[in-house]
């Protein structure tokens, strides 16, 4: 199994560009979601989804997008790139039935510098 | 609003050492705690999840506890070594399961 799986790994964007961030999971995990690491920050939530067809915003949602017409895929949508968005954008899954919620399963990262 | 902290923000210990590391929040209604590892550049690798009516958990050398009341979990690590030299990161799950609020995380050195 691949787990999570995020490309790019590496991304730089200029000042008023757009792009998306791809998200894929092979597990069959219900929940997904979008952070952002900041240096010395905790993670901090841009979006979640709990099934296909179902999105809601995090703390940070602000010129983000996301779309989840799969259970496998949740891309993350930038658009007009800030310099606020330079971070290391992870995309993490986990298994919730309600009653439980799994553990997290995070992707490598990809690192974003808008200049 | 959940606020998770983790002290120290930075470890460095010899070589075998046992050591705690320590992981706060703010509010009790917590749904389970999960606690992580990343290495430089990579991403977060799960270690262990704690559901929010147990009190503790266990993966070979290393237990977590949860004392909800006291808005606490703890990560003892036993017999130290330098491949577990990383960053560890504590989030706590809401009480719905669709949030985690990960804290700044502790940075471990395990000096040879």
């Known amino acids: 199994n691949a787990g999570v799986t995020q490309t790019p790994k590496f991304r730089i964007l200029k000042i008023g560009q757009s792009m998306t961030l791809q ?63 330079t971070s290391v954008y992870f995309c993490a899954s986990s298994y919730s039935t309600g009653w439980n919620t799994g553990e997290l399963f995070f992707g490598e990262g990809s690192r974003l510098t808008v200049l | 609003k959940q606020e998770v902290t983790q002290i120290p923000a930075a470890l460095s210990v010899p070589e075998g050492e046992n050591l705690v590391l320590n992981c706060s929040f703010t509010d009790s209604a917590i749904y389970n705690l ?34 909800k009341s006291s808005g606490r979990s703890t990560l003892y690590i036993a017999a130290s070594q330098p ?30």
Not at chain 2, 85 to 110: E, M
């Open chain 1, 23 to 85: 998200c894929a999971q092979d597990m069959n995990h219900n929940y997904m979601y979008w952070y952002r690491q900041d240096p010395g920050m905790g993670l901090k939530l841009i979006y979640y989804s709990v099934g296909a067809g179902i999105t809601d915003k995090g703390e940070v949602p602000n010129g983000y997008n996301v779309s989840r017409s799969t259970t496998e895929d949740f891309p993350l949508r930038l658009e007009l790139a800030a310099p606020s968005q």
């Open chain 2, 83 to 112: 491949g577990d030299s990383a960053t560890y990161l504590c989030a706590v799950g809401d009480f719905y399961g669709q949030n985690f609020v990960f804290g700044p995380g502790t940075r471990l050195s395990v000096l040879p």
């Open chain 2, 34 to 67: 999960q606690w992580f590892r990343q290495d430089p550049g990579k991403g977060l690798t799960s270690l262990l999840l704690i559901q929010s009516s147990q009190r503790e958990q266990t993966s070979g050398r290393l237990n977590a506890s949860l004392d």
